[in-house]
Structures are given as C-alpha cells and as structure tokens.
Nanobody, 120 residues
Framework: QVQLVESGGGSVQAGGSLRLSCAAS?????SGWFRQTPGNEREGVAA????????QYADSVKGRFTISRDNANNMTYLQMNSLKPEDTAMYYC????????????????WGQGTQVTVSS
C-alpha cells in the first residue's frame, strides 16, 4: 500500500502560480497529477515515469505546468504557472500507473486531493 498526501492548493488570481506537492509513503515508479470539477470526469494533467524519464502533459497545460520528482524523499511536485480560471479544480496525486492510457488509465493509488481556485 502507498499513502499519498497532497498539499499546496489554494486561491490565486489569474496569471499567478502555485506549487502542489504530493508526499508518498514509499517509493513509486510513476506518479501523476489529475484534476476534477463537479459534474465532470477526472482529467489527466501530467505524469512522470522515473526509470524511463518519460513525462506526459495534457495539451491544456503544456508550457505552463511542470511535473517533477524528488525520489530521495518520495515527493512529486506540480509547478503551475500562468494559471487560468479554467484551471480551477480539485487536484489529485496518483502513483503506480498500471494499464491503459496515462490520462484515463489505471493508477493504483490516489490521494485525497487539494483544491485550486483561480479567480479572474
């Protein structure tokens, strides 16, 4: 089992920045960030695989968001710049991708989420 705890959410004005953190209880080979708004499906934002170095981003965040890892401390980060009101959502950390396409496939572990609100 892996426990994931997100932090760093909050309220920010459009154009601002936030950095989300995800603390894992042990090492995982892959981790990702997802977001969801009420009434909508969960959306893959970014994912990273340690061994291959592969990083994936949703088109909507490319050039604005950066996912990174601190493997020594089992941390995953999401640096979010140039935030837009449409980035408002609950953001979730996930770990250990197992099948399918990364953005909507199977991830074994999930955190409880952290809210990000971007005002115009």
């Amino acid at each position: 089992q892996v426990q994931l705890v997100e932090s760093g959410g909050g309220s920010v004005q459009a154009g601002g920045s936030l950095r989300l953190s995800c603390a894992a209880s042990r090492y995982t080979g892959s981790s990702g960030w997802f977001r969801q708004t009420p009434g909508n499906e969960r959306e893959g934002v970014a994912a990273i695989w340690v061994r291959s170095g592969v990083i994936q981003y949703a088109d909507s965040v490319k050039g604005r968001f950066t996912i990174s890892r601190d493997n020594a401390n089992n941390m995953t980060y999401l640096q979010m710049n140039s935030l837009k009101p449409e980035d408002t959502a609950m953001y979730y950390c996930a770990a250990d991708f197992s099948s399918g396409f990364w953005a909507n496939g199977r991830w074994e572990y999930w955190g409880q989420g952290t809210q990000v609100t971007v005002s115009s």
